[in-house]
């Protein structure tokens, strides 16, 4: 293998970025990267850091050549890490956050740099080709920016999405606990509300309309219930079988796109040539109104049955 193969294939690895140290142990001279730079073959990004092959800049670029200046162990974390896994209700931020050894002290324009003592082999992964903190620690890191009800939004998002566990997050918490952390506060508020089989629903409005009924003192519906209709499985959001109530969340958003969201509707019109009783909640329904539809169907079901056994 020649060497600017190696060359290519690290920084391939890397956004198209190189170090001095990574280069020169692929075999460059410290004259040959020296060579490369006054003939704009390589370009400094950050100091030690340089961009090679042309590739136009990112944001993941940028988030990697902060990661690589701050030397072996550097990641990605914080907000920076929560917008590489895409978790939900972290509020934006325009600078790049990175963690690191608490011996490295780091100090890079636009970059705001931590130090853990308790950053372990299990709150480290790849995003995007970047060292990043796993999507366990990287929620306990910003959960304090976002209090107890978004948080709980952001664990139900990455649990519905297989980011993490419950167990993940305990294990993360127990890790990094100790004395300083009381932004830990709101992350155990939101993790004592969620029990080992916690099931976060299909959507944030399942999980909504889920505390309403149990704060109003209704028997808990089955979520995702699935009945066979002409021979297809088709799932109910939230469902009372024995009264045959179906409660189906209502709006692309809660459905992800139109094609799921028109599919819906030949499965309500079903459940209805079946006897259900289907009712439909929309993200602006009040606690109130899902409380009294509930109540008046199940009421009325319940009645039903009664005469009809009588």
């Known amino acids: ?98 963690t690191s050894d608490p011996r490295r002290r780091i100090r890079l324009d636009g970059v705001t740099a931590h130090r853990s003592t308790r950053l372990s082999a299990a709150d480290v992964a790849t995003r995007r080709r970047i060292p990043v903190t796993a999507p366990a620690r990287t929620i306990i890191e910003v959960s304090a920016l976002m209090g107890t009800a978004d948080t709980g939004k952001c664990v139900d998002d990455a649990l519905r999405r297989g980011l993490v566990t419950i167990e993940l997050l305990r294990a993360s918490v127990a890790r990094v606990a100790g004395p ?74 809660w459905h992800g796109n139109i094609g799921a969201f028109h599919a819906d509707r030949p499965t309500r019109n079903e459940l209805t040539s079946l006897g259900w009783a289907v009712l439909q909640i929309t993200a602006d329904a009040t606690p109130d109104t899902i409380v009294r539809w509930v109540e008046r169907t199940l009421a009325s079901r319940t009645a039903v049955n009664l005469r009809t056994t009588a």
């Open 180 to 253: 300083g952390r009381r932004r830990l506060r709101v992350v155990r508020a939101t993790l004592c509300d969620r029990l080992p089989d916690y099931d976060p629903g299909d959507s944030n409005l399942e999980v909504r309309a889920l505390r309403t009924l149990a704060a109003a003192g209704l028997p808990a519906p089955v979520q995702q219930h699935r009945i066979l209709v002409d021979g297809r499985t088709r799932r109910i959001d939230l469902a009372y079988p024995a009264e045959q109530v179906a409660i189906e969340l209502d709006g692309w958003a």
């Open 1 to 98: 293998m020649s060497m600017q193969t190696r060359l290519n294939q690290i920084s391939a690895r890397q956004h198209g970025l190189i170090t001095r140290s990574q280069a020169i142990e692929a075999g460059l001279s410290p004259s040959a990267v020296q060579r490369r730079l006054h003939d704009h073959r390589w370009i400094p990004i950050r100091s030690g850091v340089y961009a090679i092959g042309g590739l136009a800049p990112t944001w993941e670029r940028a988030v990697m050549a902060a990661c690589l200046a701050g030397g072996r162990g550097t990641v990605a974390s914080h907000v920076t890490a929560a917008r590489l896994w895409d978790l939900d209700r972290v509020p934006p931020a325009d600078r790049i956050h990175v």
